[in-house]
């Protein structure tokens, strides 16, 4: 089954990998993030439990390790002088199947975290909040980390997207001093829920790209926090997480599509969409008698539901993962 058109066309594979097989994943409510590793596995996180999972390629599970978070949100691979390390954003609660998918009762004033790993997950830095007076009783919670890597021609300055908090991008020098906030008021308005951050590096000077999500707009700004320019209103609804390949940006909406748009932030193409299931009670899950959230039974090929995590490997291959109870993990294989 394929997808797309032109030099966009992709051949569906559904359920390309599978979590494991327990209850924890089973009734647990997807948050995921996705990576591909140097070597060429992906990598993404448990439904249900505060683990990282690798698969190979073809989709075969290889191993997990577990980490103290409440939720694993995110996962960024950076390289530093040819060694792999992850970043893993936890934006510190977690809607629990026992409290009918609510969040815990604390988690309105519990922040999260960001955390950099050995691939093997021994955490090696933490980075410190800021304190800010925004954050006065109310949370942090990061969503997405991105960050300047030196081997592309960076700086090695760390960026996190507090996306469920205060909606602020803050920013570290690649020791994990904290060196200042954005909140696109400087830019094209006040950020609403900047769940994504990406560093990109397409063009001869890296930029900033913050997916506005709540306000259905993609802000860019320069390597130092200086608005650059913004596009998506008139084509982007739940701009969530972004990844590239040579000179496209993909862009995981969560509204049931994927976005393609080239370097200059022109619209492509979409993939997958499936704006029909957004309306549908209880998405991205469905709802019973009782009003209560289960497993959506309206999965089907080559339709999103919704896109949530995602990445690109070296060949053009698109896997993404999606926000609902049980998950699915998807994989777009690149045919022209």
């Known amino acids: 089954m394929q997808i797309g058109t032109g030099n966009n066309t992709y051949e569906w594979i559904d359920y390309w990998a599978q979590y494991p097989d327990m209850e924890s994943a089973r009734t647990g409510w997807v948050h995921p993030g996705m990576i591909v ?7 993404t996180t448990h439904p249900g439990e505060p683990a990282v999972l690798t698969y190979d390629r073809s989709g075969q599970f290889k191993g997990s390790w577990r980490v103290e978070a409440a939720e694993i949100h995110d996962i960024t691979l950076v390289e530093e002088d040819g060694i792999q390390y992850l970043w893993l954003t936890d934006n510190g609660s977690k809607r629990q199947p026992e409290l ?19 691939m093997e997950g021994q955490v090696i830095m933490r980075l410190t909040l800021p304190d800010l007076l925004d954050y006065k009783g109310r949370r942090c919670a990061p969503t997405e980390t991105a960050v300047n890597e030196v081997r592309h021609g960076g700086n090695g300055d760390i960026w996190v997207a507090d996306g469920y908090g205060e909606h602020y991008v803050h920013r570290y020098d690649k020791d994990g001093h904290y060196l200042g906030s954005i909140n696109g008021t400087d830019g094209a308005g006040k950020f609403n829920q900047p769940h994504g951050i990406f560093v990109d590096t397409r063009k001869s000077s890296p930029e900033i790209y913050v997916a506005d999500r709540a306000n259905g707009r993609i802000q860019v700004f320069d390597t130092e926090g200086r608005f650059k320019r913004m596009f ?12 590239a390949h040579g000179d496209q940006l993909i862009i995981g909406q969560l509204c049931a599509r994927l976005t393609v748009v080239d370097i200059d932030d022109n619209l492509v193409c979409h993939l997958g969409a499936n704006d029909e299931v957004t309306r549908v009670v209880g998405w991205p899950n469905n709802k019973n008698d009782e009003g209560d959230a289960v497993p959506t039974s309206l999965l089907e090929p080559v339709k999103f539901n919704s896109p949530h995590g995602m990445t690109v490997d070296s060949e053009g291959n698109i896997y ?3 926000w609902l109870i049980g998950g699915r993990m998807i994989k777009l294989v690149k045919v022209t």
């Open 320 to 322: 993404v993962t999606e």
């Open 232 to 243: 998506g209103e008139d084509f982007l609804t739940l701009p969530s997480t972004m990844d």
């Open 100 to 118: 009918g998918y609510d969040y815990p009762p604390e988690s309105p004033i519990t922040s999260g975290q960001v955390f950099k790993t050995t």
């Open 37 to 43: 590793t140097g070597d060429g596995d992906i990598m």
